[in-house]
């Protein structure tokens, strides 16, 4: 039995419950230990999309120098252990970090990519119809997109061919294709 003058400590579900009785009388928000590991996996997930990026792409992030020196250290290490090791203290600094604002940079930067990405595929397809087809796509394009010029799309569009026929290096197709990529503007895509 318990002395008269000592308070009685609860183990268990009873401090359990009296804990979160606490947190709902001060304001605060219980946590489950298992949703704070699913936010902690959260921001280790996250950590690791950010070592698919380049350095110049982590530095327009603004990224805490210490987040940014794990994050690049990361991307050096080779070793099963050391690399998981090291998610790990990228997963503990992202706590500390802004996570919102670097889900939105990244986001954003995947959305442009994406974009580029489709602008470019426009521009290989425009320059590989026109290889194909010729004539009838050189008059499409013409008519699409005013500023190009005839006689200089069917001297590349000829060069290219030849150079095809002989087996040489494309240099008139790459040529054709920056053509293109000059005059068509990217945010049209």
Known sequence: MAAKNSTFKPWGKARHKLEQQAMAE??????????????VQALQKLGIKLLELSKNVLLTF???????????????I??????RRQIQLIGKLMRHADADAIQLKLER?????????????K???WRDRLIAEG???????VSEYP???RTRLRQLLR????????????????????YIKELIPEHES
């Open 78 to 83: 080779h070793s099963h252990s050391g690399h």
């Open 123 to 125: 521009l290989e397809k």
């Open 159 to 178: 060069n290219a061919k030849r150079e095809a026929e002989k087996n040489k290096p494309p240099k008139s197709a790459r040529q054709l294709f920056q």
């Open 62 to 76: 603004e990224l805490d120098e210490q987040l940014l020196d794990a994050i690049l250290l990361a991307q050096t």
């Open 147 to 149: 500023e190009f010029e």
């Open 135 to 141: 004539d009838s796509a050189v008059n499409e394009l």
């Open 26 to 39: 001060s304001g605060e928000h219980y946590i489950s230990k298992s949703q704070a590991k699913r936010d």
């Open 109 to 121: 930067y995947h959305s442009t990519a994406v974009e580029a990405n489709a602008h470019f595929h």
